[in-house]
């Protein structure tokens, strides 16, 4: 399993951090992708905050939501916090990878090619006020 990071570099909505696909590479699901999670700004200025796919379901108090990547309570007690502490763990590898990498520089020759761009654009403004 490979986890893909796809960064948000100026796109909409601006608090979007990146978007996580998860790829299986082995097994069953080999050559499936798993999309839907996602890492936002955090409104207080902390961590980023991971968001996995939900629902909504109406409730006479409003919408709910549930998370689809939940504790199995398959053969476990109500009282096992094991599975809980497993989605916490996989929430807070995802954002400690993202950190990793929303550190790293940006590559150089995407700066080149923005200079090249630029020095092009104030040559087409010379020939353009040249009469």
């Not at 796809?6 to 299986?24: K, Q």
């Not at 968001?51 to 398959?74: C, F, I, K, N, Q």
């Not at 809980?84 to 993202?98: L, W």
């Amino acid at each position: 399993m490979r986890v893909h990071y796809v960064l948000n570099h100026g796109g909409t909505p601006e608090s979007r951090l990146a978007d996580v696909e998860i790829h299986f590479e082995e097994g069953l699901l080999s050559g499936l992708k798993l999309v839907g999670c996602s890492v936002w700004r955090s409104r207080k200025g902390e961590d980023p905050t991971v968001l996995v796919p939900s629902r909504s379901y109406a409730t006479a108090a409003g919408v709910r939501y549930y998370e689809l990547l939940r504790p199995s309570e398959d053969g476990k007690s109500p009282e096992d916090n094991s599975a809980r502490v497993a989605v916490r763990n996989f929430k807070q590898y995802i954002r400690e990878e993202y950190l990793k990498i929303a550190g790293l520089p940006e590559k150089k020759d995407k700066g080149k090619e923005k200079e090249r761009a630029t020095e092009k654009e104030r040559e087409k403004g010379k020939a353009a006020a040249t009469p």
